[in-house]
């Protein structure tokens, strides 16, 4: 697992779901079907030093359109305060 804390472009679809996320330059489709979560305590008890983001999160599994099709998990949290998509964690 490797914390990131980026913000990223997501793509979903007509629903609400994650189908494609840009990260560094790269883009990933979702291969696999994404499960919501919620900010874990940690996040919401982040508080103290910066204003508790809320919003629904997604972790998926995204395969590079690149040649050699790297896949990872992705951990992404809709940040309302910042109004912008932020990568939480990738799993190799």
């Avoid at 840009?22 to 996040?43: A, C, I, K, L, Y």
């Avoid at 690149?66 to 910042?82: A, C, I, N, P, W």
């Amino acid at each position: 697992m490797t914390m990131v804390e980026e913000a990223v472009a997501i793509w979903l679809s007509p629903d609400g779901v994650p189908e494609r996320l840009v990260w560094r330059g790269q883009r990933f489709r979702v291969s696999d079907t994404p499960t919501p979560f919620g900010p874990t305590p940690e996040e919401v008890l982040g508080f103290v030093t910066h204003p508790p983001r809320h919003g629904v999160g997604w972790r998926f599994q995204g395969t590079s359109d690149e040649s050699g099709h790297e896949t990872l998990m992705f951990d992404v949290l809709r940040d309302d305060y910042r109004q912008q998509w932020r990568l939480l964690r990738t799993y190799a």
